[in-house]
Every structure is written in structure tokens, then in C-alpha cells.
């Protein structure tokens, strides 16, 4: 924060905390000019500080600040405002795609005679790198060291370029390969509660937020601290001094009660608060958490709650600041000068949570009592299907039905040079894994207690289990060991593989090749058992249909089971020495048990693990790069290239054009994720893909994952739509990234398809159901439908992120209006399609006009709704994208 606003409230005031002093922008002085705010929701007093602080009367008005104060009257409100967080954070799949951009803008900036350090992030950037290491080596002592020589060798380009960012930008931290997951480490050690700067020789005390390249930045909220994913393509431009354009939301309260029953765990609540929230309806709201259940709820189990909310479809579940949250940051390792002031800081402006605050005013509200929550999962396809452990059996036995394979539920199939036999659900993965649970030491204590249990009764894990143990923070390890639990784990399997995001990523590594044989010879529906948030199809492992969400004692209980054709709440999880049945019971430890482990994590843990955090290991040290401003840029390189998204910031602006005779590339039903539009797995030899990289010289042992290569446009725009589980109705829901080229009626892939449209001059429209764009927030998923030549896609409704993204990369998002759908329409494919409204004069949330012309030469008029929502939006689409409307202000400048 270079500067502050006008202040015309006067609302900048001082606070003094211990002797030093920090200035604020005071809620209650605010209060007494605009009315009480004391039932505002807290998530929205972070915002209305953020406006207090920047209201400067052209970016924030102080009727933008009237208008969250009013919020209150209606609780709704289509008031747009310009936010500003405090801060960027990033993981490397989605960070080094923004840190290209970046390294192309100074490009951009050079070629028109300008100084490349133009191009600095203005707000504090955190990239942590977590999404590289995979689960290659498992089961065995050696295996962290063995995966961690493996992401070196795979990744030597990508993190060469980091290094090189690190160096030659200004406001940019990297936290090396090997240290946690990014929104574990920004729990545990980069998050504050309350942030300080330095403006003009003042302390200025303010919120910490944040807005991050990950869907699950949300986790923050937890701390506190307002966050969600955005776009790397919205981080980049929030790091260049962007605000966040967004409506005042709504919130949705979520009222707790009571407390967890024995033997049920935080991801058992997360789940059910899932489900519920998906039901309720909460895209695009804020949701916050209230209620006397937070009095006894442990910040852990709030953070896993918060993580979470992707997967409920919020852009954030928020916890306010209580004395919970001051216990855990001094536990974590936050010194007393930091803890005293988010104490001082939150009671001075009525941000403090405790017994006796009034319940703020939401626009809908919901509630739990936790004591109503049963042992679940959550899957086989979408994190919100939970299903209650005693149904995970029949559930699974149903499925086998539905897919006509009734009569093969009991048939086993011999595996090739093993000693075992392999059926459907069989659990062929079991990881623990994701920050969702992997930040929760109530769940990993309870993970080590049970296999302790499990080991003393003589119980192994079953042979065609591949078992993984990947924590977010390296401090998972030290309480683990000081409990003595890490070798009862390492005993059933669960040794230590990497730190950072894998199996739930789809860095799951390859299976057994007899056993990837067995499950493609008899086509088995086999299961994977995972302690994440993300469970869709083609995600964990391309041969695994059936993925399930569970804690991380439940993985160590399928693990040990091998099937998810059980209740384990009646039925034996296998024999013990004495050749008598051990039951789940047999092995659970009471909740008193795994308080007592709790106890022994301490703030020594995390002070020592985090005293050097960006230095990195000898593998990271001993990487050599260019001292440059701009980068050097290697043509031969796979992994990194020079987009070509700004070859045309110099040149004069192009107006705005309407969509005239587009064909349609491709028609998709509901619940097309980011995963299906921009796959983050393995890289099929046979697809555009890996054909691309095989004609570079990369054998396909070598191509690591489409999110390893995201610094490479050749790759990714390759991988656009070329998910294997993707369904395009234009070929009657068969599966994989195909369309029908019209011209000829040739079926290829959609990358081809799109490259022949390209050279003949035809643009791109794609239909779509409900729910476009869900999951992960890749900025790929736009970026490539850009350079695929896709001008809009039309659906029935779109996720938040992505919705922003496909703007941000100049693609027009629009929705249908009224019942209008792709089969209401009987859409095939082969209409030409022109969309016309835009080139008069685009606003925020008008309706164009859609022509649909059909084989036949019949017509048929719609209206759609065009979804860019904000008039900065309609700035950014005119430019071509934000970037480049940044971009081209800054050269103007």
C-alpha cells in the first residue's frame, strides 16, 4: 500500500498498542456520519474499511461507502465497488503462467521504447511452489528424497525461471519447492490477520486480505483474514495496482451449533456443510459462519470449513477474529507484537468475535448443529455427493448397476506377477493429502493413531493399495514424530512422498503396470480413497472412475479394507494376528486421545521451520540464472515461451465487433469443471499434447502434467478441451476432447478442428449447461479458449472465476435467458451462429442478440445475457483482456 485515499470522512484515527503507535481508518468514527454498522456481517466491515482507506472520489466514492453501509436495509445490493487487497498469493501451476505474462509484459514495455521495470507488482506477491512434486516413489523410506530428485529433473526449466523472477521483480517472494502447500503455509506463516505499511512516515494498521491464483485461498478465512481464488489473469492485474471489480455481495450466514460427536471429524462437518451449502445456493455470495458453535470450535477446523468453499460454490467462507484466532497465531509461531495489535486492532473497530456479539444481519441464513454429523465421504464424482460411511457400500453396488455391471460385482480377476486378485472398488489409491485436511492436526493425529491400532493388531495394508502421506507443511512431520505415530504410519505405507499438492491435483504418479493392466483388460471400476477437496472425473488418475473425499484416518481405514464395497461400521476391516475380525471401532481412538497428541504441537515447531523459508534446499540454491530485467527467453524450451497475447498493445485499438456466421466448436451438458476445459493431469501421447511435444523431442516418459507446463501456450492451447472424461454432445456424449469439423464432417480433435477454423477465418462460439467453468481457478481454461479462437460461450449459468477469466481474456461470456437451453434449442452443431449488440455500444449486463441458422437454412432468434457484469469489465473486454488494458495505461503513462 504506496498511498491512501482523500479520507473526506475523516475517519483516519490513531491506535495505540504497548507503547507503539498505528494509525486506522476508524469503522466507528465512520459510524457516527453514516449509522450503525455494529450488525454489518464482518466479512463486509473488511470491505467497508477497504473503501474508508482508498476513497479518493474517482476509483471510491463516498457514495460507494453510504452504499455498504445501506447493504444492511436490503441486504442485497448492485452496487459495483472497487476493492483492494492487501496481498497476492500464488502456487506454481497457476503462478508461473502469470509470472510469464509478466516477463512478456516487460517485453511489451521494451519494444515500444519504454523502461521494462514499469512492470513490477505494486501489492506484496507470495508464489509457493507446491504443485510440482509427485507421488513417482511411495511406500518406502526413501521415497521423499527419490520424488524429490524426480521434480527437479522434471522441472529444472520452470523453476529456473522462477528464480530468475525472484530476482529481477521487486515485491515477489518464492517459497521453494519441498516447504508445504501455499495456502497451508499462508495459514501457518505468510497471513498476519492484520497487515501494517509505512505511508509517508505513519503506521498505517489495516485488514490483512488477499486474492490468490487458487481456488483454495479461501482457506485464509479462517485466520480471519478475507480471501478467495481469482484468476491469474485478475491476480496479475490486482499485483499491478487493478482493484478487484466486484458487486457488493450478499452474505449467507451459517449459524453453528453444538458440538462435533465422539469419533466424528472436522472433514466429517466440512462435507455436510458442503452439501448443504450447494443446496442452499451461495455462488457468487459470501458466506459467514456465526453462531455459539464457534465458542468450542478449534481454528483448524474452521480453516477446513473455509477451504472448502469452491466446493460450495462461495466466493468465501468467513470466520471473524476471536481469541481463537489469537491463541492459534501465537501457537504458530506469530510473535507478541503482531498478536497484541490484531487484539487491539479488531476490538477497536468492532471486528472483535466473541460470546456475547450480537448476530450480524445476512441476506439468507442456514444452520447446523454439529452434533447431527455422521462419519462420511463425499464422491465418486463431485465434492458434494457426501454419502454417510454405512451407505459408501451399497452406494458403490448401485453405481455397478447403474453401469450394467451387476453380474461382475463378486468376480475377481488374477493380476499378472503378484500374489493378489482385483475386483470392482477396490481402493487402488489411498492418500493423505490437500490442504484442505493436511493443515488439521486434529485428523493427522487421528490418521497416526489409527494405524498405531492397526499395526498393534497385526493388520496391513492391502497389496494393490498404493498409500501416500503428502503434508502442507513440514511441521506435520515434527508433531507426527514427536507422537511417535510417523512410524505406525510408515509401517502400513503412509511414508512421507512430498510436501505440496498431489494426488488431489492429479499428481497421483502411475499405478502398478500390472495393475493399470488388470484395470484396462477387464475394464474395473476401481475406487480412490483421498483426504482432498477435489474429486472430478479424470482428476486423481485417469484409470480411477470412482474418487471419494474422506479424513485422513478414513484413508488409512480403506487403505487397510482395500475396498469401498464395505460399511465399515458393521462390516470387518480385515484380521488381526490372533486370526479374529477387527472392526473400524476396534481401531478408532476417542476424541481424548487425539486432543491429547494435539497437545504436543507447540510454536517451537513452526519457528524453526519457518526461520529460513525462502532459501530452499541445496537442489534450489545451486540453480544458476541471467541477471536480466527481461528474460531470456528460450525458443527450444518446453516449459517456458512467450505468449503472444501482447503482440498488439502497440498498435491502435481495434472497436468492437459483433460475432458474424461462428460455427460451433463444441456443445457440452452441466457441470463442464475447469478440469474438462483445461486438464491439469497427465498428457496422453496421442493427443495434440503430447503429439506437440513428441515432435520437440520429449518422450512421453518425460512430459510431466498439462500444470507443469502451463508456461508453454503450444502446450496448453493443445490441452484446451482435451480433457479424456469431457463429453461433447455434438458426438453424442461420447467421451474425450473430439468435435465434428462441419466443413467436411470429419470427427478430430477440438484443437484441430479449431486450427482449421482459425486458417479459414471462422470464429468460435461454444454452448453449454449449468455450472460452466467450476473448480480450479485456472486462468488457462480462458486463456486457451482464446487462442483456440472461441470469440463466446454461451451457457445456462457460470461459475465466478471463470466467468472474470474468460473477460479477462476477451471471450464474452453469455447466458441464456429464460428456459432457453441447448436442448430446449435442439442444438447440434451444425447451426451458424452471429451475436450481434456489442459493436453499438456494449453495457454491463445487456442482452444481445443471438441468431441461430440451421442446416436447413431455417432461423431462430434469442436473447442472451451478457455476462460481463461491471463497467471496468467492459473496458477490459474492449482492450482484448485486462493485461492489456493495464498494459496499454502503462505505456500511456
Not at 272 to 282: F, N, P, S
Not at 375 to 384: D, N, T
Not at 441 to 459: D, F, I, N, S, T
Not at 878 to 893: D, H, P, T
Amino acid at each position: 500500500m504506496s498511498s491512501v485515499g482523500q479520507d473526506s470522512l475523516k475517519t483516519r484515527q490513531s491506535l495505540a498498542v504497548k507503547g507503539k503507535n498505528y494509525d486506522l481508518f476508524s469503522l466507528k468514527t465512520a459510524e457516527k456520519q453514516l449509522g450503525d454498522v455494529s450488525k454489518l456481517p464482518y466479512s463486509l466491515k473488511v470491505l467497508l474499511e477497504n473503501l474508508l482507506r482508498y476513497e479518493d472520489g474517482v476509483t471510491v466514492s463516498v457514495d460507494d461507502i453510504k452504499a455498504l453501509v445501506e447493504w444492511q436495509k436490503d441486504r442485497t445490493s448492485d452496487r459495483e465497488i472497487q476493492y483492494r487487497p492487501a496481498r497476492v498469493l500464488m502456487q506454481d501451476f497457476t503462478g508461473v503462467p502469470a509470472v510469464v505474462d509478466l516477463a512478456a509484459m516487460r517485453d511489451a514495455v521494451a519494444k515500444t521504447g519504454g523502461n521494462p521495470d514499469l512492470i513490477n507488482p505494486l501489492s506484496p506477491v507470495d508464489l509457493v511452489i507446491d504443485h510440482s512434486v509427485m507421488v513417482d516413489k511411495f511406500g518406502s523410506p526413501t521415497a521423499f528424497d527419490e520424488n524429490v530428485d524426480i521434480e527437479y529433473q522434471r522441472n529444472g526449466e520452470r523453476y529456473e525461471f522462477l528464480r530468475w523472477g525472484q530476482k529481477a521483480f521487486n515485491n515477489f517472494r518464492v517459497v521453494p519447492p519441498g516447504t508445504g502447500i501455499c495456502h497451508q503455509v499462508n495459514l501457518e506463516y505468510l497471513a498476519k490477520a492484520v497487515w501494517t505499511a509505512n505511508v509517508n512516515g505513519k503506521t498505517v494498521a489495516y485488514p490483512d486480505t488477499c486474492v490468490g491464483t487458487d481456488s483454495h485461498t479461501t482457506m485464509i478465512n479462517g485466520l480471519g483474514v478475507l480471501g478467495w481464488g481469482v484468476g491469474g489473469i485478475e491476480a496479475e492485474a490486482a499485483m499491478l495496482g487493478q482493484p478487484v471489480t466486484m458487486l457488493i455481495p450478499e452474505v449467507v450466514g451459517f449459524r453453528l451449533e453444538g458440538k462435533l460427536r465422539e469419533g466424528v471429524t472436522a472433514t466429517d462437518m466440512v462435507l455436510v456443510v458442503t452439501q448443504m451449502l450447494r443446496k442452499h445456493g451461495v455462488v457468487g455470495k459470501f458466506v459467514e459462519f456465526y453462531g455459539p458453535g464457534l465458542d468450542s470450535m478449534p481454528l483448524a477446523n474452521r480453516a477446513t470449513i473455509a477451504n472448502m468453499a469452491p466446493e460450495y460454490g462461495a466466493t468465501c467462507g468467513f470466520f471473524p477474529i476471536d481469541a481463537e484466532t489469537i491463541n492459534y497465531m501465537r501457537m504458530s509461531g506469530r510473535d507478541d507484537e503482531t498478536c497484541d495489535l490484531v487484539e487491539a486492532y479488531c476490538k477497536a473497530q468492532g471486528m472483535w468475535r466473541d460470546a456475547s456479539s450480537p448476530d450480524p444481519v445476512f441476506t439468507s441464513t442456514l444452520s447446523l448443529d454439529l452434533s447431527t454429523v455422521e462419519p462420511s465421504l463425499a464422491g465418486p464424482k463431485r465434492p458434494q455427493d457426501r454419502v454417510p460411511m454405512t451407505q459408501l457400500g451399497s452406494g458403490f453396488d448401485l453405481m455397478l448397476e447403474t453401469a450394467g455391471k451387476a453380474a461382475e460385482k463378486a468376480t475377481r480377476h488374477k493380476v499378472e506377477n503378484a500374489s493378489f486378485d482385483m475386483g470392482h472398488g477396490d481402493v487402488v489409491i489411498a492418500a493423505i493429502t490437500s490442504c484442505t485436511n493436511t493443515s488439521n492436526p486434529y485428523v493427522l493425529m487421528a490418521a497416526g493413531l489409527v494405524a498405531k491400532r492397526a499395526v498393534e493388531k497385526g493388520l496391513r495394508r492391502q497389496p494393490w493399495v498404493k498409500s501416500s502421506l503428502a503434508p502442507g507443511s513440514k511441521v506435520v512431520t515434527d508433531y507426527l514424530e514427536k507422537a511417535g505415530l510417523q512410524n505406525y504410519l510408515n509401517e502400513l505405507g503412509f511414508n512421507l512422498t512430498g510436501y505440496g499438492c498431489t494426488t488431489c491435483i492429479g499428481n497421483s504418479g502411475p499405478l502398478d503396470d500390472n495393475i493399470s493392466k488388470t484395470i484396462t483388460d477387464k475394464d474395473l471400476v476401481v475406487s480412490a480413497v483421498l483426504s482432498g477437496n477435489r474429486n472430478f472425473e479424470g482428476r486423481v488418475h485417469a484409470l480411477v472412475k470412482a474418487n471419494y473425499l474422506a479424513s485422513p484416518p478414513l484413508v488409512v481405514a480403506y487403505a487397510l479394507a482395500g475396498t469401498t464395497r464395505i460399511d465399515l461400521s458393521k462390516d470387518p476391516i480385515g484380521r488381526g494376528n490372533d486370526g479374529k475380525d477387527v472392526f473400524l471401532k476396534d481401531i478408532w481412538p476417542t476424541d481424548e486421545e487425539v486432543a491429547n497428541a494435539v497437545r504436543l504441537v507447540d510454536n517451537k515447531m513452526f519457528n524453526a521451520r519457518y526461520a529460513d523459508v525462502f532459501a530452499g534446499d541445496k537442489h534450489w540454491s545451486a540453480i544458476k540464472v541471467g541477471e536480466g530485467k527481461t528474460y531470456e527467453w528460450n525458443n527450444k524450451s518446453t516449459y517456458v515461451q512467450n505468449p503472444p497475447f501482447f503482440t498488439e498493445v502497440g498498435k491502435p485499438l481495434k472497436p468492437v465487433q459483433d460475432i458474424k456466421n461462428a460455427s460451433v466448436l463444441a456443445l457440452f451438458g452441466d457441470s463442464i469443471t475447469t478440469d474438462h476445459i483445461s486438464p491439469a493431469g497427465n498428457i496422453k501421447a496421442t493427443s495434440p499434447a503430447g503429439k506437440y511435444l513428441q515432435a520437440q523431442g520429449v518422450a512421453p516418459e518425460d512430459f510431466n502434467s498439462y500444470g507443469a507446463r502451463r508456461g508453454n501456450h503450444e502446450v496448453m492451447m493443445r490441452g484446451t478441451f482435451a480433457n479424456i472424461r469431457i463429453k461433447n454432445l455434438m458426438l453424442g456424449g461420447e467421451e474425450g476432447g473430439n468435435t465434428i469439423y462441419q466443413p467436411t464432417g470429419d470427427k478430430m480433435s477440438i484443437y484441430d478442428a479449431a486450427m482449421k477454423y482459425i486458417d479459414s477465418g471462422t470464429p468460435l462460439v461454444v454452448f453449454a449447461g449449468k455450472e460452466y467453468g467450476t473448480g480450479s481457478s485456472r486462468d488457462w481454461a480462458a486463456k486457451g479458449t482464446n487462442l483456440l479462437g472461441i470469440k463466446a460461450v454461451v451457457a445456462e449459468s457460470f461459475e465466478r472465476i471463470h466467468r472474470s477469466n474468460l473477460v479477462g481474456m476477451g471471450v464474452l461470456p453469455l447466458q441464456f435467458v429464460g428456459n432457453d437451453s441447448v436442448s430446449s434449442l435442439k442444438l447440434d452443431g451444425s447451426e451458424k451462429i452471429s451475436i450481434t449488440g456489442q459493436a453499438a455500444g456494449l453495457k454491463p449486463r445487456q442482452q444481445l442478440d443471438v441468431e441461430i441458422v440451421r442446416k436447413d437454412g431455417s432461423k431462430q432468434s434469442i436473447k442472451v445475457l451478457c455476462r460481463i457484469d461491471t463497467a471496468n469489465e467492459v473496458e477490459y473486454y474492449k482492450n482484448g483482456g485486462i493485461l492489456q488494458y493495464v498494459l496499454r495505461n502503462m505505456i500511456a503513462s
